[in-house]
Structure formats: structure tokens, C-alpha cells
């Protein structure tokens, strides 16, 4: 059986949802797409799929990079003057290798 990306992608996404039912740490997780994105345009990408004060898990589709990458989506606040400011923050985390040779 040929794996395709399409296939490779619907089973990672299978597997993750599945493993956050069963965890309460975050917010939850959003699957976002950037065809095409270098990393800057992808973790933006990965940011924007949350609000300002949410937190949670990433994961962003490139097609056409062939990517799927993860990242971890907080908010910190950040003192200017007299006022804290919500900063959004990102880390990008590994993925187990999802091909099959």
C-alpha cells in the first residue's frame, strides 16, 4: 500500500486528536494550513490560529514543502511601563518521523 500525503497527514491528525482527549494541559489544538510558508510565515501562522489569551497546540500543513510541523502556542505578558501587554509565543516541537520509507 503507497502512502500519500494526504493519507500521512489524515492519520497524524487522527492520532492527535485522539491523544488530546484524553489530556487537559491546553487549550486544545488547531490545524492550520501556510502552503508554500518559510519558518517565520509558518510559526505566524501557528500563532494566529489562537486568540491573544489562548494556549494550546499547533499544527501547521505545508502541502507544498511537504511539512506538518507542531508548535506550542502561549501568551506572555510583558511589562512596558505601566501596563502588562500580552506577547503571543511559539516553540516548535518534534514530530515522530510520519513516512514509512
Request: aromatic share 10%; hydrophobic share 35%; net charge positive.
Amino acid at each position: 500500500m503507497k502512502l500519500t500525503l494526504n493519507s500521512i497527514f489524515l492519520g497524524a491528525l487522527l492520532a492527535i486528536s485522539t491523544f488530546y482527549s484524553n489530556t487537559s494541559h491546553a487549550d486544545g489544538f488547531k490545524l492550520t494550513a501556510c502552503h508554500g510558508c518559510d519558518a517565520e510565515n509558518t510559526k505566524s501562522a501557528a500563532l494566529n490560529a489562537y486568540e491573544i489569551t489562548q494556549n494550546g497546540i499547533s499544527y501547521v500543513v505545508d502541502k507544498k514543502n511537504n511539512s506538518f510541523r507542531k508548535y506550542t502556542v502561549y501568551t506572555e505578558w510583558t511589562n512596558i511601563g505601566d501596563h502588562n501587554v500580552p506577547v503571543r509565543r511559539g516553540i516548535e516541537r518534534t514530530l515522530t518521523n510520519l513516512s514509512s520509507g
